[in-house]
């Protein structure tokens, strides 16, 4: 059974940064795709970053086009941890943020829709001020 268990969210200022934390038990985080989403009451859920990883154990990261320069999706394999730094905080960063990961080692050309992700943590809230 997979468990995914996010924390570090909270209330910050634009400009500001926070670092989000994923806790894998019954997956280790270096052997299959981990992405994060995020959702606004009333949106879709939207695909934030994924890290993937090849045979050597060397990962790649997407990111979305509205996040990328400022987030960094990174693991700590001995913590079996996922994280996301996220930099340069906007108010339109304002969300739920999600942690996802699917029951294949593969890596899906979709990696940015749902679908892929069978396993989602309870999510936590992320508010920037302006």
């Known amino acids: 059974q997979v468990h995914l268990v996010e924390s570090g969210g909270g209330l910050v200022q634009a400009g500001g940064s926070l670092r989000l934390s994923c806790a894998a038990s019954?997956?280790?985080?270096?052997?299959?795709?981990m992405a994060w989403f995020r959702q606004v009451p009333g949106k879709e859920r939207e695909f934030v970053a994924v890290i993937t990883w090849n045979i050597w154990s060397v990962g790649t990261t997407y990111y979305a086009d509205s996040v990328k320069g400022r987030f960094i999706i990174s693991t700590d394999n001995a913590k079996n941890t996922v994280y996301l730094q996220m930099n340069s905080l906007k108010p339109e960063d304002t969300a739920i943020y999600y942690c996802?990961?699917?029951?294949?080692?593969?890596?899906?050309?979709?990696?940015?829709?749902?679908?892929?992700?069978?396993?989602w943590g309870q999510g936590t809230q992320v508010t920037v001020s302006s």
């Open positions: 019954g997956r280790t985080v270096s052997s299959y795709p």
């Open positions: 996802a990961a699917p029951e294949s080692r593969r890596f899906y050309s979709d990696y940015a829709s749902q679908r892929p992700y069978d396993y």
